[in-house]
């Protein structure tokens, strides 16, 4: 499969990125290791005039221990996250949750800022060489959603590993445009639409995640795949907790990658956990709105969910 | 929309080539098309096989998913590189004594996984060889003699570097 052609620009600093961003009048799309941009292309997904690389810039590549936390650049390779041995000693769910993604060649191409960017996925989009067989869903420009066929929207999974765990050490990502620079947390830069589950503007690109340290916190991360390697999860469940379980100070944090079309915290379930109360856990997934997808019940979704927590919430 | 030829300086297998591609190259393409390094196989084309894979800086990357202009200035190796002077590499021996291969489309780039793990990798436990080739599919064979080459290798090297 042949590329498109497009124009390719590859700046070598931070500062030479912004001078583009702030010139570049063509439909540009942002390349950090390529390996779902240049797919995505090559199955005509997405169609650039030109695309932007970021792996010749330094500063996106920099892991650096900050007085309060760990700060990660977009552009570190998973492999790299996932051998880190400041990230394995303080946030080990999120070296767990970066050696997992696909396999050994893509992580040492794929980058964590493009993980935590990475599109939805559903059979009717990305999964499919066959599409030209029927009408295109909504987020291939159609008129019509086939997951949910009564739906407005787009119900395509987000999948990526590593936000799962980003998301329980409170991080903030940094972003930086030809405005300015600006900061959010983690989770505000994800909405529930398959369609557009980013909340980036379209010249804003991520320098970075600053995760947060926390004295006594133990975190993991499990997920379950049709095949070990190179596959996308399930199901993939990041957890964390401080103190011991039914002994006074106790805490826990979880969050899910697989679900719907965000990474999200489970707090339902947390509170569950937390207070201990014999309540089923069950049933406070089933406030959960989780679709049928490929074949999949919401209900074995769900269930997935609550046995990779309580392997966690045992072994941790 | 103009996009520009030009040529760049590729290292592969320590000699530098200097070839023209346009910025929508894969490396891969221009590997195999233009220099004729064959030993890179293009299968699936999407990133899912590993048939493609060549080492960067002495990591196994992905050829059919890197554009030909990120190769510059990188030291790209296929399996080309692996023998030296017209003889095998201990791995390529490896495979051939376990009979690791069959119809050897996979080959390549099982090597090149196998090589870079080796490289790096001290006393591997069979699970770490396991999850070193992971991303390379075979169709015909399977992985238990590609696995047994590997764990051959990494014991003879272990007993040759303790002096036995």
Redesign the interface.
Known sequence: MPLRPFVYHRPKSLSELLGLLAMVEDDFVLMGGGTEVLLQIKEGLKKPQTVIGLGGIGELSLIKEEEDGLFIGAGVKLSDVANAPTVNKHFPALAQAARKVASPQLRNMGTIGGNVCLDTRCHYFNQVLWAGGFDPCLKRKGERCYVVPAGKRCYALFCADTPAALLLFDTEVRLISPRGERKVPLNDLYRDDGMDHLSLKKDEVIVGFKLFYERGRRSGYVRFSPRKAIDFPLVGIALAVTGERGKGEFSVRIAATGLTSRPLRLSILEELIKEDCGRDWEEGMERLAVVRHGGISPSYRRHIALVLTERLLNGL | ???ERRRIVLNVNNFSYEVEA?????LL?VLREKLNFRGAKEAC????C?AC?VL?DG????AC???A??GEGRKITTVEGLAQEGKLSPLQEAFLAEGAVQCGFCTPGMLL?AQAFLDTAENPTEEEIR??L????CRCTGYVKAIAAVKKLAKEGREKNNGL
Do not use: F, K, Q
Not at chain 2, 134 to 137: C, D, E, P, Q
């Open positions: 929309m103009v996009c346009a910025p929508h190259e894969t393409y084309d999407g990133g899912e590993g894979t960067m990591r196994p990357v992905l998913l890197i554009l202009w990120d996984s999850e070193a992971a991303g390379n599919l």
